[in-house]
């Protein structure tokens, strides 16, 4: 099974086979950490794109046509052939992306699992019946079949932050109940959405049923969005780039799970050590670089020094370097990314913030920098930073937190710290996100948890058994006897 044509060069999967482009068109993929080149994918051409979506398109209905068991059995042999290849996609995870190698181990370890509970999951996903007498002038005779049926084929696109998990979550449910997938992986993190894709296929993946397309999803994005064979996107990604794909994809189902700005709410009788922790791992682990990342804290005045003076004294003990060297705080994915973390703090200083902490800045490795006054009219009271910036913004009490939070243009999860449970409910009945945390970092998972954004943090569901209802749509059977 030849994955790799030279050293850095490695194959896509068109039809069960590795192969590159026919033009021999490349995209290099660099280390955040040196900046050297780690590999490289081919970068194929809309005509290539095509025959893989003709492919995929092709394999569909034999593929359903599989019993389910069938189909959940490859999925327990992916998982245990990716466990196989831990240390491998872990070591490719920590040189695409910048995690570190532990943290890249775990992701395939969490993916083994999510893979495995989809598996099982699958098996117990069943249509209903229904019976025509319970509406007025309808009779017994009148019978229906509530059918669960896959949509076809399944584009699934994902982030550079979770390579493998957060396209696994997308791959697996498709699989198991009927779809064939287009997989899109990001960039940075392709040559470990491949190695993935090669577990599957050392599992015994059938012809076609999974084809990877490689390429900028700048270039080949809105060709295979548009594409007439796609009957299902599921996407995780930024919001401007999922609303672009949300207005591309006509009359089919759109999953979207977009950027967050997601808040701490701490109010006076928090257990304020507790607190400080969440903050701290909650907004910095993998560099903020997770749509779940605490992104700004709003304190009620009263305890706001208190709290900052904590999380200053945690950050402070973080060490900040390379991935290699297996530092809390890594080297962002790119140029770009620091620089607007960057701007998001001049901004802010600019306007008045007090810069309680203030992180090393060389290149693209970005140490821990701690706002305090951080006022509405600063972008970084707004922004997804996705960057080891955190603002804190002092408040009277929780309804001008609350108010605060109803102007936020993203929805995906806030964190709300008091001893205080039935307040904890009362404020949560007022914040419009997916989820809320009660003394806890907002995060996703466990994995068979629903996982969910509303505004511009996205649409529709994830979660394992929310993916898999997202894989299938009803079709009726009615017999009128
Ligand atoms: P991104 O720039 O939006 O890219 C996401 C994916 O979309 C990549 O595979 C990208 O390919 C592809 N893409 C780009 N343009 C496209 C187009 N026109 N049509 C189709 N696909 C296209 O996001 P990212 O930088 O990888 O990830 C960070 C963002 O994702 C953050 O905003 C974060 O909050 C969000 N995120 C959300 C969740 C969640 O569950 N809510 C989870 C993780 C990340 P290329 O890489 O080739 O450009
Ligand atoms: O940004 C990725 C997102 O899905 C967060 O996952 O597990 O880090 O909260 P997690």
Redesign the pocket.
């Known amino acids: 099974m030849i994955v790799r044509q030279t050293e850095s060069l490695f194959y896509t999967l068109l039809n069960n086979e590795w192969m590159g482009s026919s033009s021999g068109e490349t995209v290099q993929i660099y280390s955040p950490d040196d900046h050297e080149v780690v590999g490289e994918v081919p970068a194929l051409s809309q005509e290539e794109v095509a025959v893989a979506i003709q492919k995929t398109a092709d394999a569909q209905e034999l593929w359903a046509a599989k019993e389910v068991y069938e189909r959940s059995a490859l999925l327990h042999r992916w998982a245990e052939e990716l466990e196989k290849m831990t240390d491998e996609i872990g070591e490719m995870i920590h040189k695409e992306v910048g995690k570190t190698f532990s943290a890249g181990k775990s992701e395939v370890e969490r993916t083994a699992q999510l893979i495995r509970y989809t598996a099982e999951e699958g098996l117990r996903t069943h249509g209903s019946f229904i019976q025509g007498d319970a509406f007025p002038g309808a009779t017994k005779k009148t019978k229906a079949i509530v059918q669960k049926v896959p949509h076809g084929v399944v584009l699934a696109?994902?982030?550079?932050?979770?390579p493998v998990n957060?396209a696994a979550s997308k791959i697996a449910p498709a699989l198991i109940t009927g779809n064939t997938v287009i997989f899109?992986?990001?960039?940075?993190g392709a040559i470990s959405g491949l190695l993935m894709i090669k577990a599957l296929v050392k599992a015994g993946l059938p012809e076609g049923v999974v084809n990877v397309v490689t390429?900028?999803?700048?270039v080949i994005?809105?060709f295979?969005?548009s594409h007439p064979l796609i009957n299902m996107i599921t996407?995780?990604?930024?919001?401007?780039?999922?609303q672009?794909?949300a207005k591309k994809a006509s009359m089919i189902p759109v999953v979207l799970?977009?950027?967050?700005k997601d808040s701490a709410i701490v109010l006076e009788d928090a257990d304020l050590n507790k607190a400080a922790k969440e903050i701290v791992s909650g907004a910095l682990s993998y560099s903020g670089q997770?749509?779940t990342a605490i992104k700004r804290v709003m304190v009620v005045n009263s305890v706001a020094d208190e709290l900052i003076e904590k999380v200053k004294e945690l950050v402070s003990k973080l060490t900040v370097g390379k991935s290699h060297e297996d530092a809390s705080v890594t080297p962002l994915i790119d140029q770009k990314s620091a620089d607007f973390v960057t701007s998001l703090i001049e901004d802010a200083q600019t306007k008045g913030a007090t810069v309680v902490l203030e992180g090393i800045k060389e290149k693209n490795l970005l140490g821990p920098t701690l706002l305090d006054h951080v006022t509405e009219e600063m972008a970084v009271a707004w922004e997804?930073q996705?960057g080891p910036v955190l603002p804190f913004i002092r408040v009277e009490n929780e309804l001008e937190a609350i108010a605060l939070e109803k102007r936020n243009q993203y929805g995906?999860q806030a964190s709300v710290f008091t001893r205080n449970l039935e307040n904890a409910f009362a404020i949560s009945d007022k914040l419009n996100v997916g989820t809320v945390q009660v003394n806890g970092k907002t995060s996703?998972g466990p994995d068979h948890f629903p996982?969910l954004?509303v505004k511009n943090?996205?649409q529709g569901v994830?979660g394992i058994g929310r993916s898999i209802d997202s894989m299938l749509r009803d079709k009726m059977l009615v017999l009128n006897l």
């Open positions: 696109i994902s982030p550079f932050n979770y957060l899109k992986p990001a960039t940075q390429g900028r999803g700048s994005g809105d295979i969005v996407f995780t990604g930024g919001t401007a780039t999922g672009h794909i799970e977009l950027g967050g997770r749509c997804e996705f995906l996703r996982f954004g943090s996205g994830q």
